[in-house]
């Protein structure tokens, strides 16, 4: 089980759209339509921010979205905000309820 | 929604063992699986396993298995992670996140998703 692959960091100015990409295998990301997004902040727990591909929890606003093509999933954020900034990392399950987390991405509002 | 609250930081031995617990607040375990997840510093975030409580069987990552063990009491709600013989790099954050299962009297259907998370334990090996 290898870790998915993020790029290391992405920027953007307030208002600009960002995409994270996610990329694993076809026994992970590619099998299932399970992958997760989460944020974290510096010295806090990661939080849910996308869920199966593309589903939003409440209260996460609308302007994060997901989506997956082949062994790779996406986290769009349009209109970027200064409060967007934190790492984001994605989780795909990989079968007989195991899973695989992302090497994640640390996003910068310019 | 449940909330996980977690033991606090561990300093150990290289060698030695530590066991980290995860108790649900305001809610059972009943309809939950737990996972365990670590982060070192830096890093992204490392599954290490989970278990679902009203089934009991645990699962492990590969790399974790015969070092991690994952148990849950479901009298008291709390979900425990024992990872044994430590070494300098398990050094982590250790979290736990739980996974919801909707269950009716014959079936559970499982949400694949961690949506909720404990706010860590840290765990120093030195």
């Known amino acids: 089980q290898s870790a998915l692959t993020q790029p290391r960091s992405v920027s953007g100015s307030p208002g600009q759209s960002v995409t994270i990409s996610c990329t694993g295998t076809?026994?992970?990301?590619?099998?299932?339509?399970?992958v997760s997004w989460h944020q974290q902040n510096p010295g806090k727990a990661p939080k849910l921010m996308i869920y199966?591909?593309?589903k939003r929890p409440s209260g996460v606003p609308d302007r994060f979205s997901g989506s997956k093509s082949g062994n790779t999933a996406s986290l769009t954020i349009s209109g970027l905000q200064a409060e967007d900034e934190a790492d984001y990392y994605c989780c795909s399950y990989a079968g007989d309820y195991t899973y695989v987390f992302g090497t994640g991405t640390k996003v910068t509002v310019l | 929604q449940v909330q996980l609250v977690q033991s606090g930081a561990e300093v150990k031995k290289p060698g030695s063992s530590v066991k980290v617990s995860c108790k649900a607040s305001?809610?059972?375990?009943?309809?939950?699986?737990v996972n365990w997840v670590r982060q070192t510093p830096g890093q992204g975030p490392e599954w290490l396993g989970g278990?679902?409580?009203?089934?009991?069987?645990?699962t492990y990552a590969q790399k974790f298995q015969g070092r991690v063990t994952i148990t849950a009491d479901k009298s008291t709600s709390t979900a425990y992670m024992e990872l044994n013989s430590l070494r300098s790099e398990d050094t982590a954050i250790y979290y736990c996140?739980?996974?919801?299962?909707?269950?009716?009297?014959?079936?559970?259907?499982?949400?694949?998703?961690?949506?909720?998370w404990g706010m860590g334990t840290t765990v120093t090996v030195s």
């Open positions: 199966d591909v593309s």
């Open positions: 076809s026994s992970d990301v590619g099998d299932y339509n399970y």
């Open positions: 996140a739980s996974v919801t299962l909707d269950c009716t009297t014959t079936s559970c259907y499982y949400f694949y998703y961690m949506d909720v």
């Open positions: 305001g809610g059972t375990l009943n309809n939950h699986a």
């Open positions: 278990i679902i409580p009203i089934f009991g069987a645990a």
